[in-house]
């Protein structure tokens, strides 16, 4: 009993690992790319471009390490300083159906 109350307060304060937040249009694609790269995963913000009052944002990861593993890392596209699609990679969750072809027997 002792123990278990021992590794609740320890969980409770250990410090949470925060994942940082960038603004992808004031930085160039490269750098946005860099940056991801250098984190790992970052959270990226930028502004509709069907209505630029709303803000948008994802999380974005250099690779498919930083993803869940039913997720898989897939390009997507978002907003730079210097381009309007800079290919990142986001995590999606894998759907098998899609993935993997079904083969049908030929009936001759």
């Known amino acids: 009993m002792k123990f278990l109350l021992a590794m609740s307060v320890l969980l409770v304060s250990m410090p949470a690992h925060a994942i940082t937040r960038y603004n992808s249009t004031s930085m160039t694609c490269q750098e946005v790319q860099a940056t991801i790269r250098r984190d790992g995963a970052a959270i990226m913000r ?13 999380r974005y990861v250099s690779d498919d390490r930083f993803c869940k593993q039913e997720e898989r890392a897939e390009t997507v596209f978002i907003p730079s300083a210097d ?3 800079c290919p990142v990679y986001e995590c999606k969750v894998v759907d098998f159906d899609d993935d993997f072809p079904i083969f049908r027997l030929r009936r001759d």
Request: hydrophobic share 10%; aromatic share 12%.
């Open 46 to 58: 930028y502004r509709s471009t069907r209505n630029p009052s709303l803000q948008l944002y994802g």
């Open 83 to 85: 381009r309007k699609s």
